[in-house]
């Protein structure tokens, strides 16, 4: 079974810049997620899909983040503009459940973004 | 609110020796548990989890965790630890009805020979 699939795996931007990562849950997961990891942190949820609707955005910077999730598969998180405190690891996660509540979440590798 | 507190930032442990991580939780109902682990440079991986029955559950790699509701404590355990078993270890909780998983800040483990 394949895994999440993020890329790219790094990118670095200066500041005011605009960048997007792209995540590809695994077959058949309905809800999708996008966390924030700084360094020495543990991850923050940024949103939460369920199929190609939010359920939980209450942590997304809406001045400066967005995403999406077109047609319940694929997603895009986009920073415009990026600021030096977005440099982090942006995590996708997928998990099966379809009925709500926390469920296993599978990760995929993360793109690391530096700001400068 | 729910919360997630790892005590131990690091911890340092000889290869073949014990390993105990500490995850102390703030949840307002009954809360779904799990322990991850991330090696440099790679994804989380979850070792295992915790929705209800008995509260020892065991997980990969040989490791276990305990629920202990009255202690609000979900500690990690492993009997002898490989040097593979350096990583990051992440502990997380959310719960039924709760789509939001938060993570604590994590405890990194060093293997030394």
């Known amino acids: 079974e394949a895994g999440v699939a993020q890329s790219p795996r790094y990118k670095i931007i200066e500041k005011r810049q605009s960048v997007a990562f792209w995540c590809n849950p695994i077959?058949?997961?309905?809800?999708l997620y996008w966390y924030q990891q700084i360094l020495g942190q543990g991850p923050k949820l940024l949103i939460q899909?369920?199929?190609?609707?939010?359920?939980?955005d209450s942590q997304l910077p809406k001045d400066r983040f967005s995403a999406e999730r077109l047609k319940g598969v694929d997603s895009t998180l986009k920073i415009q503009p990026a600021k030096l405190e977005d440099s982090a690891v942006y995590l996708c996660a997928s998990s099966l459940d379809r009925t709500g509540g926390a469920t296993e979440a599978f990760f995929g590798q993360g793109t690391r973004l530096t700001v400068v | 609110a729910q919360s997630v507190t790892q005590p131990d930032i690091h911890i340092t442990v000889s290869e073949g020796a014990s390993l105990e991580l500490r995850c102390n939780y703030s949840?307002?109902?009954?809360?779904?548990l799990f322990w991850y682990v991330q090696s440099p440079g790679q994804g989380l991986q979850l070792l295992l989890k915790?929705?209800?029955?008995?509260?020892l559950v065991q997980g990969i790699k040989g490791f276990e965790a305990e629920f202990k509701r009255s202690q609000s404590s979900f500690n990690l355990r492993k009997p002898s630890v490989h040097w593979s078993d350096a990583a990051e270890y992440f502990c997380a909780v959310g719960g039924r009805g709760d789509y939001k998983l938060s993570f604590g800040a994590g405890t990194t483990v060093t293997v030394r020979a």
């Open positions: 077959s058949g997961h309905a809800t």
């Open positions: 899909f369920q199929n190609n609707g939010v359920v939980d």
């Open positions: 915790y929705f209800s029955g008995d509260t």
């Open positions: 949840y307002g109902a009954t809360p779904y």
